[in-house]
T-cell receptor, first 117, second 115 residues
Framework: DSGVTQTPKHLITATGQRVTLRCSPR?????VYWYQQSLDQGLQFLIQ???????AKGNILERFSAQQFPDLHSELNLSSLELGDSALYFC????????????????FGPGTRLTVL | GNSVTQMEGPVTLSEEAFLTINCTYT??????LFWYVQYPGEGLQLLLK?????DKGSNKGFEATYRKETTSFHLEKGSVQVSDSAVYFC??????????????FGKGTMLLVSP
C-alpha cells in the first residue's frame, strides 16, 4: 500500500458527460501528479500541483482540468468525454516535486479505470 | 525533450532464469532513473532508483546500474519467480534541467514467468 488513495476505482459513463476523479496523497506529501495510461499512448503525465498551486503541465487536454485543495487532496475533472478518453488515470504524490527535488520519489495510487461508452 | 526506450515484450522466461530488461534514455540534464513495476490490476510500485552515474539501485533481487556513458539503466535479476510476472516501466525525472520532477516513462515491458 503506497498510502495514496484514489476514488472511484471504476467509472463507466457516456460520451459527452463529465466526471470527477479524486486523489488523496500520502501524509506529508505536498505534490500531486496525474497520469493517464492507455494502450496506444502508454503512461503520460497530465498535470502536477504543489501545495495548491499548479506547477507543471503535460499532455493535458483543454477539456480536462484539475485542482488541489487546502487539505492537499486533488480532483481531476474530465468533461465532454470521448471514447478515446477511456483509460486508467493514476494519481501520484511526492514530498516536494520541484527543481530542488533531486531524488524525490513519486508514490502511485491504485488508479481509476474510466470507460466511456 | 526527454525520452525513455524499453525493449518490447512480452519477455517469457522459466522460473529461476536470468532476467534482463533493457532501458535507454535521452535527457539533456542529469536525470534520476527509476524502475516501476505494475502487477495485474494494480497501480505502479517503485522497484528501485538511481540518482547519479554509476549508482546501482537494488531491491527484491532486482538490480540496475546508471550508466551515463551508454545512457542506459538495464534491469536484471539472477533468478526470476512466477510472482515476478508483471509489467516493468523504466522512467526518468530531470528536475534540475526541466524545473519539474515529473516522470517520463518508457512503454513498459511485460514479463511472464512460467513454473
Amino acid at each position: 500500500d503506497s498510502g495514496v488513495t484514489q476514488t472511484p476505482k471504476h467509472l463507466i459513463t457516456a460520451t459527452g458527460q463529465r466526471v470527477t476523479l479524486r486523489c488523496s496523497p500520502r501524509s506529508g506529501d505536498l505534490s500531486v501528479y496525474w497520469y493517464q495510461q492507455s494502450l496506444d499512448q502508454g503512461l503520460q503525465f497530465l498535470i502536477q500541483y504543489y501545495n495548491g498551486e499548479e506547477r507543471a503541465k503535460g499532455n493535458i487536454l483543454e477539456r480536462f482540468s484539475a485542482q488541489q485543495f487546502p487539505d492537499l487532496h486533488s480532483e481531476l475533472n474530465l468533461s465532454s468525454l470521448e471514447l478515446g478518453d477511456s483509460a486508467l488515470y493514476f494519481c501520484a504524490s511526492s514530498v516536494e516535486g520541484g527543481p530542488l527535488a533531486g531524488t524525490d520519489t513519486q508514490y502511485f495510487g491504485p488508479g481509476t479505470r474510466l470507460t466511456v461508452l | 525533450g526527454n525520452s525513455v526506450t524499453q525493449m518490447e515484450g512480452p519477455v517469457t522466461l522459466s522460473e529461476e532464469a536470468f532476467l534482463t530488461i533493457n532501458c535507454t534514455y535521452t535527457a539533456t540534464g542529469y536525470p534520476s532513473l527509476f524502475w516501476y513495476v505494475q502487477y495485474p490490476g494494480e497501480g505502479l510500485q517503485l522497484l528501485l532508483k538511481a540518482t547519479k552515474a554509476d549508482d546501482k539501485g537494488s531491491n527484491k533481487g532486482f538490480e540496475a546500474t546508471y550508466r551515463k556513458e551508454t545512457t542506459s539503466f538495464h534491469l536484471e535479476k539472477g533468478s526470476v519467480q512466477v510472482s515476478d510476472s508483471a509489467v516493468y516501466f523504466c522512467a526518468l525525472s530531470d528536475p534540475m534541467n526541466s524545473g519539474y520532477s515529473t516522470l517520463t516513462f518508457g512503454k513498459g515491458t511485460m514479463l511472464l514467468v512460467s513454473p
